[in-house]
């Protein structure tokens, strides 16, 4: 089995920046994509980007790109989340996903790809 846990979500103001970190422990080896996605009070979780195993290639929602990016160390197991210019339609709970095995890159978007999830790390964004 894999565990996820994310660090680094809290609370800034608009405009400010946050880097968040998902680790990845356990006996499984993942050679899929990893991503980010976000979920509101009384919405859906949303995907916000993905990477796949070797970072050469990316996905990010229209809503994030140009602010947010994401990277991987696969050496410590750890994806980032890079989070600039953030405004207060990012406040959300973060969740990290892993799938364990690549896949297309244009399916990273589906939540139902991702085989492996963290409890997530709340971000708030004060106006």
């Known amino acids: 089995q894999v565990q996820l846990v994310e660090s680094g979500g809290g609370l800034v103001q608009a405009g400010d920046s946050l880097r968040l970190s998902c680790t990845a422990s356990?006996?499984?080896?993942?050679?899929?994509?990893k991503a980010w996605f976000r979920q509101s009070p009384g919405k859906d979780r949303q995907f916000v980007a993905a990477i796949n195993w070797s970072g050469s290639s990316t996905n990010y929602a229209d809503s994030v790109k140009g602010r947010f990016t994401i990277s991987r160390d696969n050496a410590k197991k750890t994806v980032y989340l890079q989070m600039n210019s953030l405004k207060p339609e990012d406040t959300a709970v973060y969740y990290c996903?892993?799938?364990?095995?690549?896949?297309?890159?244009?399916?990273?978007?589906?939540?139902?790809?991702?085989?492996?999830w963290g409890q997530g790390t709340q971000v708030t964004v004060s106006s």
């Open positions: 996903a892993a799938q364990a095995n690549s896949g297309l890159m244009s399916s990273t978007r589906l939540r139902g790809v991702y085989d492996y």
């Open positions: 356990g006996r499984t080896f993942i050679s899929g994509a």
